[in-house]
């Protein structure tokens, strides 16, 4: 059965199947139509599932889903469609969602440091929250959107943070605080929160908590000058690969318990976030071609230092597969935070000899490896590999160099969990002529 949402088709399956058997089927899809283009599968159900998690888990905290980490249409869509907010960062953001029938109100414009142009976009459409850091950013406001409400991003005044730090680039520092909220006020301009960002992937929940207890201090500082501090933005960060969900878990804890310390219920004010990679990292999985291998018997290789392994040795082979999808696709991490992908192989015979191999992208520059060294049994060319754990910073960080192409997208999600979310009449597909 299909259902059909933003244009693009769902294909909703009753029966749970694991992610290698629907990797197979589309290999299959593929060897028939003769096809090498590589794809990308997006189980839009697991999505649904983070978001519910998030809202058991979290349930004094907001999600604004964080646009640029993925921004693919069905994945907005549904997050809309289940009551998700959005943090989006420039004008085109901030029009993607707007155009999917967001409201204004359910959007952060959460960049300190904003295209004029943009700003006045977002004047102009009624987009009003959003971040800041410094002065200078003030006197923009000042003359393009004076009644915007105003959100003070702080610097992380803490030993701990995620892997992924953004304090070189924003973030008002502490000593900073005050001659900031000082020329808000004379500007007479309306701060109402603070926010902060822990650093994307964060596995260390002390770092919520230090930052939420420094925030309630900037929250102290701002209601001091007459500021009606009413919103708390505890950011991004959150893991979402598929093995983090017990870490989710211990990091909802810490964040309520230091929410309930810090932050007290109380009537009027509002706590939100920005997950980007928790809603998205696991929903995805790519699959892709070996385009070329070569056997070799001498790879330098940076990982060998002071393991003992002589390359010199021409005993010692070890494989180089290269695949149609690398760092200036799908993989950019590996280059970015120095991410580790992990390369996933369909045979399932469990005795078959392993090789050292590394796989590389198809452009011409050597930076151009998604894996450095792993074991994999022998593959031939126009065999297939696939990469779990490929939502988050992926698609949306697509380049263009070297002929670089986007994978085929292939949405789907569990018939009970789609209908959860949506009556079977209103998405359902009725073939490509209809063009309702
Ligand atoms: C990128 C970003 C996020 C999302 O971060 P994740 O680590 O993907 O959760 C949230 N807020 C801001 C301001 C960001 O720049």
Known sequence: MQA????????????????????????????????????????????IHKYQRWTTLLPR?????????????????????????????????????????????????????????????????????????????????????????????IMIDSEYKGNQDFSSKYGCH?????????????????VVGVSFHVGSNCYDSRAFSAAIQQSRQVFDTGAGLGFNMTLLDIGGGFPGQLDTGTKFQQIADVVNSSLDTHFP?????????????????????????????????????????????????????????????????SFLSKLSVDRKYEAKSLKTDQDAALYESSVWGPSCDSVDCIVDSTLLPAHDVGEWLYFP?????????????????????IYYCQTDTWNRLYSEKSYQYNGPNNTT
């Open 4 to 47: 059909s949402i933003e244009g693009e088709i769902v294909t909703l399956h009753t029966h749970s199947s694991s992610t290698a058997d629907l990797v197979n089927e589309q290999v299959n899809i593929a060897r028939k139509e003769e096809s090498e283009k590589h794809f990308c599968l997006c189980n839009l159900g697991d999505i």
């Open 61 to 153: 905290v907001k999600p604004f889903y964080a646009v640029k980490c993925n921004e693919e249409l069905p994945v907005l869509k549904v997050l809309a469609d289940l009551g998700a907010s959005f943090d989006c960062a420039c004008k085109h953001e901030i029009e993607k969602v707007l155009n999917i029938g967001v409201t204004p109100a359910r959007v952060i414009y959460a960049q300190p440091c904003k295209q004029p142009s943009m700003l006045k976009f977002a004047e102009q459409k009624g987009v009003d929250k959003m971040t800041f850091d410094n002065v200078e950013e003030l006197y923009k406001v000042k003359k393009i959107f004076p009644t915007a409400r105003l959100v003070l991003r």
């Open 174 to 190: 502490p000593l900073d605080v005050p001659t900031v909220l000082e020329t808000a006020k004379e500007l007479n301009l309306n």
């Open 265 to 329: 219920c109380n009537e009027g004010l509002e706590i939100i976030a920005e997950p980007g990679r928790y809603m998205v990292a696991s929903a995805f999985t790519i699959g892709v071609n070996i385009i070329a291998k070569r056997i070799v018997s001498h790879r330098p290789n940076k990982q060998d230092k002071g393991t003992g392994i002589n390359r010199n040795d021409p005993t010692v082979k070890s494989i180089m597969y290269y695949v149609n999808d690398g760092v200036y696709g």
């Open 389 to 409: 754990d490929m939502g988050a910073y992926t698609l949306s960080s697509h380049t263009k160099f070297n002929g670089m192409e986007e994978p085929k997208l």
